[in-house]
């Protein structure tokens, strides 16, 4: 059995390294990675590969950025060709990125069939452009793999359960794995950030924190202000933004540093205090590792990390000094999100559906 993985943005790099890992250890699966090129600064992309240890793409589209439609329409003209010469039998997309639905349209218009890893979230936001490419490629896929069962209860309302498996969530597996191996590492932070202290990791990059300088001004102020020394891991698309609009990163409670590498992150994150994001991954991320979250959104697609106030949503950027001063929760964290074998399942399911 050949399967072909499109990827393209940093949180899908995370789950292929899981995936990648469980199709080697059969020895009936050929495994194609395509990188589509969204992401193509080396902190958000060569790093993972890398850091994760997942096998050099086989094809790079080289896609590279630009307008959703200018993004999505480069991937899918390049895709046909790939599909041509590789003849997979299963076409494996991850989340919710303009790869996602570039590389599900172009393999149904091809009669080659679509599973959907991470299908059935919902933010019921139709603004975020995540959402259309979540709910386009659960509609055309083949195969549902749902991380949740609250992701099921979705699809099923949608009419898709019959295509529906749950196996858990991916990046569970590769969280876990790096969680273990990181315990006494030292911690990579901007300057300015003392380790043995109270701090904050924070990330933002989604366009409705991003594109209007307003928002954006509202969000860096509030970051500023925040209780907490802010390690703020600076996605290119924030760098460019704030550029644009002449807002400064850093400043009074602010400390601006690179992305970093994943096991970098998932110590950073397993000794914070708390965690700043709009980022769907790192909510995850921080619920797992026992760290509390204020998300920068007013919705999350993880609605199970609000339960008993491990994530809170901060839809005003002047609620966020509140949100990080708030106790931390002391319930017990359920797996909501899987054992950590998930991407078997996902291999197996695969396996077991070409025989």
Partial sequence: MKILSV??????FVKLAAVADAAAQRDDVQHVIVHTGQH???????????????????VNLGAGSGSHGRQTGAMLSAMDEVLEEQQPDWVLVYGDTNSTLAGTLAAVKMHVRVAHLEAGLRSFNRRMPEEHNRVLTDHAADLLLAPTEVAREHLEGEGLGSRTLVVGDVMTDVCLRVTASVADQPLHLPTGIDPAGDFAVATIHRADNTDDPERLAAVLGALRASPLPIALLAHPRLVAKAREAGLALGGGSVHVGDPLAYAD???AVSRARAVVTDSGGLQKEAYLLGTPCATVRTETEWVETLEDGWNQLVPDPAGLARALERPRPTAERPDHYGDGHAAERVVDALRERTR
């Fill in 7 to 12: 990827v393209g943005a940093r949180p899908q």
């Fill in 40 to 58: 193509y600064d080396a902190a958000m992309s060569d790093v993972f590969f890398a850091d994760l240890r997942i096998p050099a793409p086989d």
């Fill in 265 to 267: 992150l998932v110590a």
